[in-house]
């Protein structure tokens, strides 16, 4: 499960604890061996906002190390550069619920990264069995995230209100089977 995912221009590496733990104490710029043993340099900017999920997953992945596949490290392909994170904030849930989050390192904005990882991942969630419903949110004053949901095909389903803002309910409708 823990496999490589690629897209045109990203990587899409299951990130190891180590890395996580390693950004945490907040290490300055370093790198680590990727799957196949390429190393992936980690700037001080990566892996921004997402670093604030890192203490729950890293909990998650000591109890149970397959978690690891539902959080990647999104590496450019051209120079192994670990560019931004997404991944769900837990393994299915009884319901087969999985919410995506996702964040860019602000040098890579603009590119379309965000929504490059944010399709192939979405594929990939479909893929597992478990899966039966695969949702995001972001706040309402978050054009850029909205744009990345509205590209990658999820409909905006309802709105909260929570400490940070007004946040927008996401869902990605499972595309139909081929005949």
Not at 60 to 74: G, H, K, P, V
Not at 155 to 178: A, K, N, Q
Request: contains cysteine.
């Amino acid at each position: 499960m823990a496999d490589l995912l690629v897209t045109e221009r990203l990587l899409l590496v299951p990130t190891p604890l180590q890395v996580m733990l390693r950004r945490l104490r907040d290490e300055a710029e370093f790198s680590d061996d990727g799957l196949d043993g390429t190393p992936i340099r980690y700037p001080r900017e990566w892996p921004g906002p997402a670093l604030s999920l890192f203490p729950a997953q890293v909990e998650r992945m000591a109890l149970d190390e397959r978690s690891a596949a539902w959080n990647r490290t999104m590496v450019e392909r051209s120079g192994g550069v670990a560019v931004g994170q997404l991944g769900f904030k837990a393994p299915p849930d009884e319901a087969g619920r999985v919410e995506l989050g996702y964040g860019v390192s602000p040098s890579r904005w603009g590119r379309g990264y965000a929504t490059e990882a944010v399709r192939e991942m979405t594929r990939w969630a479909w893929e597992q069995p478990r899966v039966r419903h695969v949702v995001a949110e972001c706040l309402e004053t978050n054009t850029a995230s909205r744009r990345v949901l509205e590209k990658a095909d999820f409909e905006m389903v309802g709105r909260r209100f929570s400490r940070e803002g007004l946040m927008m309910m996401w869902e990605h409708r499972r595309s139909p089977l081929p005949p």
